[in-house]
Structures are given as C-alpha cells and as structure tokens.
C-alpha cells in the first residue's frame, strides 16, 4: 500500500527487521509456550528469553539480572519514577527532571505532585541540552530521583549524560535516563554513561511494538512494582512473558550492536547530505537541535512562512512528522521547541526527518526534491 512513499520517520517508528521477523516467528506459531511452565513448551520459551535477555545484557554491557521486560519504552518509564518514587519515599519526595523530556515522564511527575512529590523541572539551552550545573544546584536533601533523557525524540539533541551521572553519583541521587532514542545508535554501555535506570523500546531499533526493558542497576535503587500479579520478572513487572515480543528485542538488539560498529556513519551521511540539499537550494531554514550532539539520523528543520501541516499535505512521496501536536481548537508548538526558545511562529513550520538503517542516497535526492519543490510553491501561494 505505502511501497511508493519513503520512510523518514524513523523517530516515531522502525520497521521490523527481516532478521528479527525471522527469529520471532517460531515464537508466534510452534514455540507458543508460557515461559513459567515446566513441561518441554515452557523450557523452550524460557530458553528463548534467556537468551534474548543475554542479547539486550551485551548491547547495555550488564548482566541479564540487570534488565526487567516490559511493554515498552511508556511503561519503563513509569516503572522508573513511579516506582523509585514509591521506594525512596522515606528519604524524601523530590524529583528533578527537565522540560524537554518525553510525556511519559513530564506526565507522571505531574501525576505524582497529587501525591505529594515535588518536581524541579529545568530548563534546557536553545539547542535542548541540560546543565549539569543546573541538575547540581537543583539537589536538595529531599531529592529522591532525577531523570534525564539521552537523546531527545524530536530534535535529537544528546544530552551530557555521564557529567549528569556524575553529579547524580556525588550526591547519591539515583538516575534514570529515557534512553529510547539513544540506545543502539549511541555509545549504549550502562556502566559507562553511569546511568542506574534506563528506558529502551524495542520498535526504536528495528524490532516490534510492545515490547521494551528497564535496565535497573545491581546495588542501586530498586523500583517498586507497579502491579500485583505472578512474580515474574523478579516481581518488578509481573504477568506471562511476550516471549515473540522478547525474542524480537533480543535480535533488535544484537542487530543494532552490530549495525554501530559498521552502519552509523551511513546514516549521519545521508541526513547530512539531505541537510546540505534543502539548504543550497532554499532560504531561510533552520536546524533545530545541536549541529553536531545529534542523533545520526537526525534533522528537524523550521521552514520559515510554510505550515508544518500543510507542508506534510502536499509532501506525497514522503513520510515525515510535524514539530507540533493537533488538539481539537489549535495547533500547538512542540513543548520541546518551547522549551528551547524556538518562538511560536517558527515553531510551527517545523519538519522532523528521521533518517535510518534502510534510507539510501537515492531516496535523499527524491526527498530533497519534492521538500524544495512543495516549500517554493507554499511560499509562492503565500506571497498571492
Ligand atoms: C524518548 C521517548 N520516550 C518514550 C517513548 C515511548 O515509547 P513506547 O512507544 O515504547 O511506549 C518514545 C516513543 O515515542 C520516545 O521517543
């Protein structure tokens, strides 16, 4: 149905890779079994999640003990400051996060202020990135928790995360990073960045939908669980196992192991060279997000005087996203380009490309083309 559109919203979603489909099916077909039971079905689904849990360990470099699967990058979110929330409640009730993160954090640090949990929410600088200074000026005696996400969703700004950590470290301050966006594309080591919480999604990476892992630190901090249920995943998350789900991370996650050593440098390549077309042949754009703390396959571009909206109408061939969100009375600027001082006009002219794995140099030069043509022909219709 899609095959003469091109993909270039690898922010939002990835395809499934060929690789991963394979490894799942089995999983979704013969080998249906529970990974609790003990007959011969359950041993070879287990079997399967161990070594799926093995795979995901190898791309964070921790142990398999070290990772909790969950339905998703949402959920692990959750579970991380909602569930840190909960446990470290005797020792205080303040978080510090930022105002750039993901919904899924922002929400529930809002939810939890009925709670009686307190948020600093710090600002970022113009290209999206928190200050270290700033997490350690926020610290007080209460604060139980700081979340931080490695690289933003929209403009793919890499955040300083093992200086973060460092601060987090020196005051003892548990750390837990969404780190959706960043996780198979950058440096992914757990230990390094010094993170003791970490957010993965599965469909990120070139895997399925609905699955995803907190990675949680041995010896640190310990989320409460969030629901009741059969004691799985050392209760943290309990419910039946999506063994096809969890094998699909596994592969995601080798694939995208591999894919660093080898591919990264593609996409970066690709994403520059679509950058430097629409900027020789059209004027007034500009780059939102750091010019070079970006993610590989990163460029969201503000196109002066043209409606993102209407600019992804009249783009046919190409799927893309907007920096703004529809509600039903307006259309409203992306909290991220707020929060980066992007002004509201500007801000809803903005075009996010998302380039991965599968984009070739082909592709580009047909994107370019029809970004050019559409933006000069919206621009003209303006003018009239
Ligand atoms: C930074 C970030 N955090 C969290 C999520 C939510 O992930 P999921 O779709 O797995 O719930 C996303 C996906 O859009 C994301 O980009």
């Known amino acids: 149905m899609n095959n003469n559109i091109i993909y270039m919203d690898n922010h939002a979603t990835t395809p499934i890779a ?11 077909t013969t080998h249906f079994g529970n990974a609790a039971s003990t ?15 093995q795979q995901v360990a190898e791309l964070l ?11 998703g990058a949402t959920e692990s979110d959750n579970l991380a400051v909602r569930g840190i929330a909960y446990a470290c409640r005797e020792q205080g009730n303040h978080i510090i996060t930022s105002t750039a993160e993901h919904h899924a954090i922002l929400d529930t640090c809002h939810a939890l202020a009925t709670e009686g949990f307190e948020t600093t ?32 969703n929209e403009v793919g700004t890499i955040n300083p995360i093992t200086d973060i950590a460092a601060v987090a470290a020196k005051h003892g301050v548990p750390f ?54 059969g004691g799985q995943e050392d209760g943290v998350r309990p419910g039946t196992l999506n063994v096809a789900g969890i094998v699909g991370l596994g592969a995601a996650c080798e694939l995208a192991k591999n894919y660093m050593e080898t591919g990264k440098n593609c996409v970066a390549t690709l994403r520059n060279s679509l950058h430097q077309k629409l900027n020789t042949r059209l004027e007034d754009i500009h780059l939102n997000g750091h010019p070079e703390q970006r993610l590989p396959g990163n460029l969201n571009l503000c196109f002066a005087g043209v409606q993102s909206h209407a600019l992804l109408m009249g783009l046919k061939s190409v799927a893309v996203s907007t920096g703004s969100a529809c509600d039903s009375e307006s259309v409203k600027a992306s909290h991220v380009l707020v929060a980066m001082g992007v002004p509201n006009e ?39």
């Open 18 to 28: 060929p690789e991963v489909l394979a490894a799942m099916m089995p999983y979704l």
């Open 346 to 384: 500007l801000a809803l002219t903005t075009v996010r490309f998302g380039l991965g794995r599968y984009n070739t140099a082909e592709e580009v030069d047909v994107v370019a083309d029809e970004v050019v043509k559409v933006v000069n022909r919206l621009r003209e219709l303006a003018l009239e």
């Open 176 to 229: 837990h990073s969404d780190a959706v966006q960043g996780i198979g594309q950058l440096p992914s080591d757990m230990e390094r960045l010094g993170v003791d919480l970490a957010s993965l999604t599965a469909h990120k990476i070139y895997g399925p939908k609905g699955i995803g892992a907190l990675y949680i630190r041995r010896n640190g901090s310990r989320p409460h669980s969030l629901f009741h249920g």
């Open 121 to 152: 929410y710090l600002p970022v600088d113009k290209y999206g990135r928190v200050s270290p200074d700033d997490v350690e000026a926020a610290i007080t005696s209460r604060t139980i928790l700081m979340s931080f996400m490695y690289a933003n």
């Open 61 to 71: 470099g921790c142990s398999g003990a070290e990772i909790v699967f969950t339905s």
């Open 39 to 53: 007959h011969p079905f359950g041993v070879t689904a287990k079997d399967a999640v161990d070594k799926a849990r």
